[in-house]
């Protein structure tokens, strides 16, 4: 069978509306007659130059009878709205299930290089940790002084506390003698058998020996902060695959946002630096989302093309994704909003290394440019469908 020339299609299922959005583009030679077939399990494209057929995913069914609102769109191509039903779960599989309790050793990894940061981490209790207002909720259920005050919550031997994108992990029997006593610390990893070397510096970032990336902050001389975005997290002895950059940062962020709208009711975030700098102001949409991108040709069929291996995902496959809008906030842009949603109770912070949100800007960018172009903007903000990836 003849292949058509190449044409671009976009699928958007919204699983809860039980409603999706095609988008089929023009042939790039423009102004070829095509004949569009809609099944329950495919798209079928017809030309003059031959023929080509799309296959959905197995999870993802369209009811053509249900058609409605065709319509050109300049720029994009038909956009033709129908129903559809999809089986794939929202469900993320963290490392640490707190449904059940933690066994074995685990073996904490730098995600940039794979460096074993720390090996073999026995953790008998994984926690969450309280929201950033729980001190002032202790003031009005206790009628006496506050027993936490001035004491942060850090964690016992053995012990990891989750923060909204962190890890806190007691590095006591890891850490060298003496311990600096008043100066902030420095930590910087010699080796891969968990052996940190402290120097008294005024910064207390961690950093990875190998390539010398940030991968959390010390708390204090016992206490480190890992950040979700720099950290692989896995049973000791096991092989894990190795994700690209962009797609494991794009699934934490994704993970973060989606967690923390459905625990705290909260859907605009500002992604800060560990400076305190404000880089991106987020805006959650929904979290429903299965998109397949394609351009026609199984050879040439990629999903979010900008992400490094996602064409090994295969033909006819698709992502679950969260949508959001985003404003960038570097050179002194939007001051004036991000000004406003800092001073907003509603509004949630997520803290990152800096090198991290200025990574996470660029995904955001990059992204937001295979978009078909009506979907690109809305107002003033940006759009992005962020994947997400079972780590």
């Known amino acids: 069978m003849a292949m058509a020339a190449e044409t671009h299609v976009f699928l958007e299922v919204r699983r809860q509306l039980q409603s999706a959005l095609l988008i089929v583009g023009e042939p790039k030679e423009g102004g070829m007659p095509m004949d569009i077939s809609v099944t329950p399990s495919s798209l079928q494209m017809k030309t003059p130059e031959g023929c080509t057929e799309v296959w ?26 129908l129903e559809a039903q999809a089986k794939f779960s929202t469900k993320l599989i963290s490392m640490f299930n707190q449904s059940s309790p933690t066994r074995g050793c685990c073996t904490f990894y730098c995600q940039s290089c ?18 950033e207002n729980w001190g002032a909720l ?10 936490f005050a001035n004491k942060p919550l850090y964690p016992r031997e053995n012990d990891c506390f989750i923060g909204d994108s962190f890890f806190l992990v007691n590095l006591r029997n890891d850490l060298w003698q003496p311990r600096p006593q008043v100066v902030p610390v420095a930590m910087h990893c010699l080796s891969s058998e968990n052996h940190f070397k402290l120097k008294p510096k005024a910064n207390t970032k961690v950093i990875c020996k190998r390539c010398k990336v940030m991968v959390g902050e010390s708390m204090s001389s016992e206490t480190i902060k890992f950040y979700m975005t720099e950290m692989i997290i896995q ?15 794009q699934s934490i962020i994704a993970q973060c946002l989606t967690e923390l709208s459905s625990a705290r009711s909260t859907f605009r975030f500002i992604i800060q630096g560990h400076e305190g700098r404000t880089y991106i102001l987020l805006w959650l949409l929904n979290s429903d989302s299965l998109v397949m991108e394609s351009l026609g040709n199984p050879q ?38 991000a000004s406003s949603w800092e001073s907003d109770i509603s509004v949630h912070s997520l803290t990152l290394p800096s090198a991290t949100c200025l990574e996470l800007l660029l995904i955001l960018s990059r992204n937001t440019a295979v978009l078909p172009p009506s979907l690109r903007s809305m107002n003033s903000f940006r759009v992005r469908n962020c994947s997400f990836t079972r780590v």
């Not at 049973?235 to 940062?249: A, C, L, M, Y």
């Open 300 to 337: 040439s069929v990629k999903q979010f093309p900008l992400l490094e291996d996602v064409s090994k995902a295969g033909f006819g496959s698709a992502w679950d994704a969260v949508k959001v809008l985003y404003q960038p906030c570097i050179k002194n842009r939007n001051e004036m909003l």
């Open 138 to 147: 202790v003031d009005e259920w206790c009628c006496h002084p506050d027993p």
């Open 235 to 249: 049973p000791s002895e096991r092989n894990f695959p190795i994700i690209p950059r962009s797609q494991f940062v």
């Open 114 to 131: 794979g460096e074993v940061i720390i090996r073999d981490r026995k953790l008998l209790r994984v926690l969450p940790l309280p929201t």
């Open 56 to 81: 959905l995913p197995a999870e993802v069914r369209l009811v053509p009878s249900s058609s409605r609102g065709l319509q050109y769109v300049a720029g994009d191509g038909l956009h033709l709205r």
